[in-house]
């Protein structure tokens, strides 16, 4: 097979920007050349709204998959944790690089404020509810963009903190802040996992992208988007989910919360690898719903 110049999809924040140019340097160490191709997308044109009122299948992604099936593009390159657990037909997700630090974390200006009721910025339903669970004197506020805009907001506003994914601040080498790692937070399914999209038409990308994949990343993602999928059901819910392979075992912990926090189920789970993390990820979400987590889901719907 002759080698090709690979088009690379991506959103133009500097964010996105790293992880194609990160997907880039791996296919150019085996042998090809690359183009990265920015893509504004929905979600970064509309950052009034919280992400769950706009439409959260998709919003990140969507203008990506219309390149990737018009074929101005060869690969799209995401946030995993921001592309649906249903793909369009013809696009198929086989691959993903190296996880990063999958966990949240607690951005502050002034840790004296952490001590005193107050608002925490976040627009994740996820990182609502958990925090509310925990600190339920506190209140949060919606707030969105890149890293840099949460980084501003936090320093004009009277919020006590922000909370964001570490894997973010640590790709872009932002330095001096001050923060805590949020280890108790079940972070959300795929989070610090970069996820590589293609036509599934496309036999000689599918080849090339396996040269790059990791295969932990890929099974303990699967097994977390899994776990989502069945759980979601269309519903844009407060939903947790991290898999961890040790040995010849993968750990699981995965959460589902109400709006508030006030009802959860938490779970820990440890299976052989040797398990299909699909049939793991559907089995698990299966037993959440018979513990309740149908009412929770179905009082979410009739908020949101």
Known sequence: MSKRDIRIGTRKSKLALWQAKTVADKLNKIGYNTSIVPIKSEGDMNLNQPIYSIGIQGVFTRTLDTALLNKKIDIAVHSLKDVPTKLPKGIILKSTIERGNPYDLLLFDDKTKLINVGKIGTGSLRRRAQWLKKYPQDETEVIRGNIQTRLEKLKTSNLKGVIL???????????????????????????????????????????????????KTFYCTTLEREFLKILEGGCSAPIGGLARINDDFVDFKGGLFSLTGKDSIVSDYRFSCNEDPVYLGKKIALEFLNKGGKSIIETIKNKL
């Open 165 to 215: 994914a570490k894997a973010g601040i640590d790709r872009l080498g932002i330095i001096n802040l001050k923060f805590e790692v949020l280890k108790w937070m079940i972070p959300a399914p795929a989070q610090g996992a970069i996820g590589i999209t293609s036509l599934e038409e496309d036999e000689s990308i599918k080849k090339i992208l396996s040269q790059i994949n990791c295969c």
